[in-house]
Each structure stands twice: as C-alpha cells, then as structure tokens.
C-alpha cells in the first residue's frame, strides 16, 4: 500500500488539493499495480514563516488553471460560437491541424474550412485524459462523438472523435484534431 506525503505551502484552496490527490494517485498508479482506494496520499501544510529558501521566507505560486478546464472552456465557447470567449484561450502561435486540412492559426481560418464540410457539430464526451510533458506543457486529449448536420441539413451522429490539445500559461497552444467524419459522409 502506497504512502505519497507532499508538503505544500499555506495558500492552495480545496479545488487544487483535490488535483493534487488526483494527480498523485494516478502517478503512483503508473508504477505502482494498486487500485486508487490502495493509496494514500497525505498533504502536509506549512505556514509561510516556518519555510525559507536562500535564507528568505517565501510564499507559493498560485495554481495552474485546470487545462480540462480550459478545453471544456474553449469547445463549449466554439459549439455556441462565442468566438470572443474560445479566442480568450488561445495562445499566439497557435496551431490547429484537423483531418484533410493545412495547419490553421485563427478561428476564422478554421470557420471557412469546416463551412462546405457541416452545418453545425456538437460533441458528446466520453473521456477526458490529462498529463504533464517534461517541459511547460500539459497535454489534454478528449474523446467521443460528433454529432450534428451535413450541409443539406441531413443530420449525422455517432461519429468518433478525438482532440489533443496542449496548453501553456493557461492558453491553448495547439489543437490535434482525428475523426471519422470524412469516411461517414464518404457513405452517406
């Protein structure tokens, strides 16, 4: 059974210690053959006067926003078109690569190429999946299905999906787009 101790500064709501359990839990579940109810996970709180580095007492940084967060934020504001609100989450730079398509880098970009190809889409989630790379990047892959109309507003459903997205300070920087939407219509 699996002990994990972290020792954190005084500041981190609830929200960011239950990401923190979750996080530690499944970390260990990588190495470690135990179920979750197997590990323990124990945060330590310490007051910011009872810790110094370089002889300097020092506070914590805030948490990182919760990057599934971030993209149920940005595909809930692209499903409703609030393009102003999808466009707050992105990063300069962005790449956004979808099946059949050259990369794209603006919202506008990726509106004129899905216009001939479907009237409207929704998405129905069936998981989401985040992890740390070894650098400033989480990645957060989403999968599910599509469903929606054709240009002839004949409707399709049940369509696989899945998104990749990486993000950094908080913003979107790429998205990775794989689906079956071609090869349905294809036979429709």
Known sequence: MPIVELHLLQGYGAEDKRRLHEGLTNAVRLVVPAGPE???????????????????????????????GIVKDFLEAMEARDLKSARALLAEGL???????????????????????????????????????????????????????WPDRTPFDGIRFIDRFEIEKGRITRQDVWNDLAEVKATA
């Open 38 to 68: 197997a590990i323990t996970v124990m945060i330590h709180e310490m007051d910011h006067a009872n810790y110094s580095r370089g002889g300097k007492n020092r506070t914590g940084a805030p948490a990182l926003k919760d990057p599934v």
């Open 95 to 149: 790449v956004m690569q979808f099946p059949g398509a050259a990369p794209m880098h603006a919202l506008e970009e990726l509106i004129e190429w899905a216009g001939p190809r479907y009237r409207f889409v929704k998405k129905t989630y069936h998981g989401f999946e985040t992890m740390q790379d070894a650098g400033p990047t989480a990645l957060v892959y989403c999968r599910g299905t599509l469903s929606g109309e």
